[in-house]
T-cell receptor, first 112, second 115 residues
Framework: DAGVIQSPRHEVTEMGQEVTLRCKPI?????LFWYRQTMMRGLELLIY????????DSGMPEDRFSAKMPNASFSTLKIQPSEPRDSAVYFC??????????FGQGTRLTVV | AQSVTQPDIHITVSEGASLELRCNYS??????LFWYVQSPGQGLQLLLK??????LVQGIKGFEAEFKRSQSSFNLRKPSVHWSDAAEYFC?????????????FGKGTHLIIQP
């Protein structure tokens, strides 16, 4: 398996623009997670899905953030409108029951 | 609420020397325990995990970790570090019997290897 695939790897956008991050989980995994990593706050869980259904989005910082998982092989994290404080590395991870999460390589987002 | 403490933000070790990274957790019951490594510009890679059984677990890249229930600790060790081990190391816990949805990460320890 190719592992968790995220795109793009890097994204630079202007404040106010919409940003969409994409994730393809490992085939057969039934849980998917979106994390954000910053120097100040470390790794934060934003939202996770189980069997394509959002289970806990309490980590989503504001209504500007939204996530979808239309099917078992694809998820998006959207920020609209983006702000400079959203600059971070966003990770997608997937798992199958065991408590062990497999991470993608991340998307480095810079909002100027 | 569960929490994970990695008391050392940075650790510097000479190449070839032994390494121990500390991890303490606060949890209602013994959780599942993990160590992940993150190289610069990369995602997190699982080094090892503890679910049950032998409290000394072996992982990839020559790492091991020991679960000590009495101390609520899960310290990571390596007998001889290599320059390629320079990275960020994260300890994580998840509820026993649960999935990765309960993963809680520590803040990480930045490992520096000096020649």
């Amino acid at each position: 398996d190719a592992g968790v695939i995220q795109s793009p790897r890097h994204e630079v956008t202007e404040m106010g623009q919409e940003v969409t991050l994409r994730c393809k989980p490992i085939s057969g995994h039934n849980s998917l997670f979106w994390y954000r990593q910053t120097m100040m706050r470390g790794l934060e869980l934003l939202i996770y899905f189980n069997n394509n259904v959002p289970i806990d989005d309490s980590g989503m910082p504001e209504d500007r953030f939204s996530a979808k998982m239309p099917n078992a092989s694809f998820s998006t994290l959207k920020i609209q409108p983006s702000e400079p404080r959203d600059s971070a590395v966003y990770f997608c991870a997937s798992s199958y029951r065991t408590g062990e999460a497999f991470f993608g390589q991340g998307t480095r987002l810079t909002v100027v | 609420a569960q929490s994970v403490t990695q008391p050392d933000i940075h650790i510097t070790v000479s190449e070839g020397a032994s390494l121990e990274l500390r991890c303490n957790y606060s949890y209602g019951a013994t959780p599942y325990l993990f160590w992940y490594v993150q190289s610069p510009g990369q995602g997190l890679q699982l080094l090892l995990k503890y679910f049950s059984g032998d409290t000394l677990v072996q992982g990839i890249k020559g790492f091991e970790a020991e679960f000590k229930r009495s101390q609520s600790s899960f310290n990571l060790r390596k007998p001889s570090v290599h320059w390629s081990d320079a990275a960020e190391y994260f300890c994580a816990v998840a509820p026993r019997g649960g999935g990765a949805d309960g993963l809680t990460f520590g803040k990480g320890t930045h490992l520096i290897i000096q020649p």
